[in-house]
């Protein structure tokens, strides 16, 4: 019995561990988001200090994809924070549709690659998870060019993060894509009203 409750006792403790890192993250991912919006450099900072927070937790919970993510995260937050500082004005541009039809086609044949692989090694959603992944990824990136379509890939990555973390029961991060969700509308609406397109 004494070993029982000494299982029990280290799950309940790493959960609570892990309850803490999920709440740090989820403070710095809102702060990154909000300064995003704002078109303010310091934004990167807060983005990297989520991502290494998050790095940790989808490891813990086996979310593969979600683990590299964070760290092109981290690589694409540092360099959104030197290409934002470089510039004396943050103005939105836009991309041509084919522009986007490229980068769409290039995001699509990568997550097949990659859900294929990891479904035979027994990543739970595999392609579900590789698609917000890889699309997570070039959007960060058409954020970090100020690109103002950006919010568009935002708002369904968004909705999809949080069918993803709800099933793997990380509630606090569900309602920071939540969050998410409504700042990304509130991007797409300021971005536009604050630019010349």
Not at 3 to 11: D, P
Not at 31 to 55: D, R
Not at 124 to 148: G, S
Request: charged share 10%.
């Amino acid at each position: 019995m004494p070993v029982g409750k000494t299982k029990v006792k280290n799950i309940f403790y790493t959960s609570k561990n892990l309850f803490y890192l999920e709440l740090s993250a989820v403070t710095f991912g809102l702060l990154y988001l909000v300064f995003i919006v704002l078109k303010k450099p310091i934004s990167w900072f807060f983005g990297i200090l989520s991502s290494l927070f998050y790095l940790y937790i989808f490891y813990k919970t086996n979310l593969f994809f979600q683990s590299i993510l964070q760290l092109f995260y981290i690589g694409l937050g540092c360099y959104g924070w030197w290409s934002w500082k470089k510039q004396i004005q943050i103005i939105p541009r836009s991309w041509s549709v084919s522009q986007h039809i490229i980068i769409i086609s290039l995001g699509i044949a990568i997550t097949l690659l990659l859900g294929n692989k990891f479904s035979l090694e027994g990543q739970q959603m595999p392609y579900f998870d590789a698609f917000i992944a890889v699309f997570c990824i070039l959007a960060t990136y058409l954020t970090t060019k100020i690109i103002l379509e950006n919010w568009y890939y935002w708002i369904l990555l968004n909705l999809l993060s949080i069918i993803l973390f709800h099933y793997n029961q990380l509630y606090l991060t569900e309602l920071l894509f939540f969050a998410n969700l409504l700042l990304s509308v509130f991007g797409l609406i300021h971005w536009k009203k604050t630019s010349d397109l």
